[in-house]
């Protein structure tokens, strides 16, 4: 046995132990009555550190009075929307969770929006357990509600629970969908009856400070495709368009955590005795991200507004529940790798954009010469899918023909590796001998994928390379620039300070179970940041 398989083993075994809440199940006075779990949507945490003079509100709030864990990261490979937002009170990686992309993630034909159009959303991919479960098993007075502007920010956190679940909708109203009720509560239809979104119709997105405290040029033309990249950015003057368009400008986040409040007042959240869980995901700053990139001037007013609204936000719910009664949590889903043009905090000269499609191109031709007709639409039509470095393919087509799998894939990596930007192409079999301890793009593919049945092989580009098909800013990659997130704990149970121990996301679920002394139900991938708690 080697020494890399010994670690990988270890590895394995250790991220396998059974968590235990360092404290006594007994509830007492030093138990929480709410806990608020705070997920931004796309937060580097260097946007932190970066504009910290400037921030006033909730995050200069929780940045400087918290247990701020500097070395912190989504551990898994595919850096998207869905696999992030089910690790964060679930405790587990998606390889054990079952949420490895945004495409299989909460998407479900089976059920429909609540009073708003758009495609039905449930959690049904999702297996296990979460915080919130182990907390209406202990206490089934519990009380949850989780919101955001997407779907499947809403519904992971909280896993397969019945819980109040809202999202926000093309129409402007909140919704759900009918795996959790057929119609919307009252305090949600009026919260929709205000028409709050169709108010912003006419309104343009204007610096929130003067000029002068904004470092970052405003004429880069890569960003929002070269065109409506300068400030202002005027809003649509029809209120229906405005409603529409309303995710990709700051007071979607006001709005989001207006609906949260709603939500407390109408829910009775926090009035104990019960432990009670908030989840608010807040989207702007990925959709900002996503246009104008991180390094954008746009970002830095974004992080500025966000802070500012949180801010209002926890001033008002202090005001309605004892802030010695909440503890907070607040990270990031994934984080974003600024386009390879712009060259400002991080080291990315040199980046590319990488063009792997003659190789697809190759293999498809090659399964067409081999007699691989046209198969589902789960590989494309021929045979293979190729979706976030993960290339799959249709074992059962292929095994009707003389094709030999294994030397199919070698030959396919082969290809992959002659691209220039390609850093490498793995398969997981391979993978698992991996000294995991050290190699973290290994650790972070085994954490998506148990075996090969679902990635025959995952490719990753070198740090701070995109992937030719996009002209938007990019996430989704195991590289840093997308695994590194802020994780942030605020309380009267918490011990301010700087941690540079690594932290995973899901080393907070533990952490809250911990705090509100409650036992997780199944074995965790993450463990308890013993260090934070007070």
């Known amino acids: 046995m080697t020494r890399q398989f010994k670690s990988a083993l270890l590895f394995i075994a250790l991220s396998m132990v059974e968590v235990r809440p360092a404290q006594s199940q007994a509830r007492d006075a030093t138990t929480p009555k709410l806990v608020l779990f705070i997920t ?8 932190l550190s970066r504009f910290e003079s400037q921030l006033t509100g909730g995050l200069g709030r929780l940045y400087r009075g918290g247990a701020v864990f500097t070395n912190a990261f989504q551990d898994h490979a595919i850096t998207e929307t869905a696999p992030g937002h089910a690790a964060t009170m679930s405790g587990r990686f998606p390889v054990h969770n079952g949420i490895s992309a ?3 993630g909460v998407n479900d034909t089976t059920v429909t929006l609540v009073d708003a159009p758009g495609p039905g959303a449930s959690p049904f991919r999702f297996r296990g357990t979460t915080l919130t479960d182990w907390l209406i098993a202990k206490d089934p007075r519990t009380r949850v509600l989780s919101v955001s502007r997407k779907d499947r920010a809403a519904i992971l ?3 397969r629970s019945k819980q109040p679940v809202f999202w926000y909708a093309s129409n402007g109203k909140f919704t759900t969908s009918t795996y959790y009720t057929a119609t919307l509560p009252d305090w949600v239809k009026a919260f929709n009856a205000r028409q709050l979104p169709a108010r912003s119709a ?3 997105w204007q610096l929130l400070l003067p000029d002068s405290a904004y470092t970052e040029p405003d004429t880069v033309a890569v960003e929002s495709a070269g065109a409506g990249f300068l400030f202002p ?3 649509s003057a029809s209120p229906d368009t405005a409603a529409l368009l309303l995710p990709n400008f700051p007071w979607m986040d006001e709005l989001t955590l207006d609906f949260a409040l709603a939500g407390v007042n109408a829910l009775s959240l926090g009035r104990g005795p019960q432990t009670d869980v908030l989840a608010i995901s807040l989207s702007t700053t990925d959709a900002v991200g ?3 990139g991180p390094d954008s001037r746009e970002m830095h007013d974004q992080i500025l507004r966000l802070d500012r609204s949180l801010g209002q936000f926890l001033d008002s719910l202090f005001r309605l529940r004892n802030e010695k009664d909440v503890v907070v949590a607040l990270t ?4 974003m790798t600024p386009f390879p043009e712009v060259h400002a905090h991080d080291p990315n000269t040199g980046a590319i954009r990488v063009n792997v499609q ?5 293999l498809s031709q090659s399964l067409a010469r081999s007699g691989v007709g046209s198969t589902g639409p789960e590989y494309g039509g021929n045979g293979f899918s190729f979706e976030s470095g993960v290339l799959e393919v249709d074992r059962a087509a292929i095994t009707k023909t003389k094709v030999n799998q294994d030397s199919l894939v070698r030959a396919v990596r082969a290809d992959f590796l002659r691209v220039p930007g390609v850093a490498r192409a793995d398969r997981i079999s391979e993978l698992a001998r991996a000294d995991t301890v050290n190699d973290r793009i290994a650790r972070r593919w085994l954490h998506m994928f148990a075996d090969e049945s679902e990635a025959a092989l995952v490719v990753t580009l070198a740090p701070y390379n995109y992937w030719l098909s996009y002209a938007s800013a990019q996430h989704g990659s195991p590289n840093d620039s997308d695994a590194h997130v802020p994780i942030i704990f605020y309380g009267k149970n918490i011990k301010p300070g700087r941690y540079g121990e690594f932290a995973r996301v899901v080393d907070m679920a533990p952490t809250l179970a911990a705090i509100v002394h409650v036992t997780p139900q199944e074995k965790l991938d993450g463990h308890v940041l013993q260090n934070a708690i007070r």
């Open 202 to 204: 006419g309104q343009g």
């Open 102 to 104: 945004n495409s299989a």
């Open 358 to 362: 003659p190789v697809l191109q190759r």
């Open 332 to 335: 990031a889903d994934h984080g």
């Open 157 to 159: 956190p909280i896993g």
């Open 233 to 235: 950015h005027l809003g």
């Open 40 to 47: 931004v949507d796309a937060m580097r945490p260097d946007y």
């Open 290 to 292: 996503h246009r104008y």
